[in-house]
């Protein structure tokens, strides 16, 4: 009680100064940005719990990791395990700048010496840059000099996709498959099943796939597979399917099991929705 009272009186004898009104908001928007920064983070957590436990082989390791080294733990989970399962390529205006010469050499190459092979340099340069429509055209003139390029073939097909024009995705994915049905081990054969489902000829896509899977078990077609069988009825031969995606995907080394970790998580959300 004596050591209560000192305090008392000293308080008393020095009283705390009374805030002006530009202090009282400088605190009242501090406090505001604060909660703003802080819901961001937690939803940012629960992103980075959510992917570790969905893709993550060491799931048990990392989240502790999460959970205990925040905030440098998320962001340590983001960098190391996050950006390279998905394999997000640098924007295209970086990889334009930084092969800006590259490119030039290219297209003087092509315009000089004028052979598919040097179109077909430039284009595959102009795509990997996010050039399509430059890439198409260089496509185009390798095509013009040798219709049966399987190089400018599937650059205008990878080009086509990605412009969503599935019907020449198709045509010239089928091209390439009539001249060498295991060219670029399979990723030809995946663009053309692809392109069957998004133009909607669902019969002649599970068709294909069921021919794929069996040469090329590559994860995303087994998932459209498996959803085809779940469309069209065929319970059992979907749940076989995406049960095969998952054991693949666990048998694989942890590095492309994290690469193909969103396969393996819609193919359990995909057995999750199917009839027992």
Avoid at 60 to 73: E, H, M, V
Avoid at 154 to 167: D, E, I, L
Avoid at 169 to 197: C, E, I, M, P, T
Wanted: hydrophobic residues 45%; positive net charge.
């Amino acid at each position: 009680m004596w050591l209560l009272a000192q305090v008392a009186t000293q308080m008393a004898d020095h009283p705390v100064p009374p805030l002006d009104h530009g202090t009282l908001w400088t605190i009242a928007i501090l406090e505001i940005l604060g909660s703003l920064l802080t819901l961001p983070y937690f939803g940012f957590l629960i992103w980075m719990l959510v992917h570790c436990y969905r893709t993550e082989p060491d799931r048990q390791f990392w989240i502790w990791i999460l959970i205990i080294a925040q905030p440098i733990g998320a962001i340590a989970y983001f960098i190391l395990r996050y950006l390279p399962s998905k394999e997000f390529p640098a924007p295209a205006f970086l990889r334009r700048w930084t092969r800006g010469r590259e490119l030039v050499r290219l297209e003087t190459a092509a315009e000089q010496i004028g052979n598919p092979h040097q179109f077909v340099q430039w284009g595959d340069a102009l795509r990997e840059v996010g050039q399509l429509d430059r890439a198409s055209e260089a496509y185009d003139r390798a095509l013009k000099k040798d219709p049966q390029n399987l190089q400018a073939l599937w650059g205008s097909a990878q080009v086509a996709v990605s412009q969503k024009r599935f019907g020449d995705a198709r045509s010239l994915s089928r091209r390439v498959l009539d001249k060498d049905a295991q060219y670029k081990f399979g990723d030809v054969s995946l663009v053309h099943g692809r392109s069957l489902n998004e133009l909607g000829d669902l019969d002649a896509a599970r068709t294909h796939f069921e021919l794929h899977v069996r040469r090329w078990r590559h994860p995303e077609a087994m998932y459209l597979l498996a959803r085809l069988c779940a469309n069209q009825g065929d319970t059992i031969a979907a749940r076989e399917h995406a049960k095969g995606l998952i054991q693949d995907v666990n048998g694989s080394p942890a590095a492309i099991a994290r690469k193909f970790g969103r396969w393996k998580s819609r193919a359990r959300q995909l057995l999750r929705k199917l009839p027992s």
